[in-house]
């Protein structure tokens, strides 16, 4: 993948960079809340959405494990969610948020490098994790009294099958969408 430099100069989610980030994005993440960094792979269409409002698990469709925001560690996971943007448009609102006119490079992909907070997370193993027929909140950790859902969905490849790791939120303020990626395939 070749990485492009977005000329971005707004913040992602103002309402939540203080409160959440304080004034330096630093690079450590918070171990007590189960913190780690994971890529969102997204089509062009909901790029902005994303900058301007952060992740929401309400517009996602059920996929393989619920209807959740999916994340991965690998990059060529996040890729196989990804929509090419093709020609430039001067009326569209993330061509001109990036700072792109007639030096558009071509077919881009975009992902984006989000702070997850896993919290508490369910490892997935072939039964059962969701606590109502919707698929929209995972079942309650053991012992939690009142019942309080798992924070998140852990699926490991050497149990699912598949190539790459998955982890799934449930609950959007658990995110924070902090870079966006704008990369070419080459």
Known sequence: MKA???KHKQKIRPDLYHCV???TLPWRTNAAVNEVRLIHGTKPEH??????????ERYSTSAAFGHG????????KSDQYVMPDQSYNQRDPLHGLLGYHNDFPGTVYYCFVTRVMLGCSKRYNRGGVFATGRESELEAIPESDPATPFHSLVVRKEVSGFRYDEYVIFHSD???????????RV
């Open 4 to 6: 492009l430099v977005a």
């Open 21 to 23: 980030v304080a004034t």
């Open 47 to 56: 790029v902005c959405k994303i900058l301007h409002g952060g992740m929401n």
């Open 69 to 76: 925001t999916y994340f991965a560690d690998d990059a060529g």
């Open 174 to 184: 658990l995110t924070y969408p902090e870079y966006l990626l704008a990369y070419e």
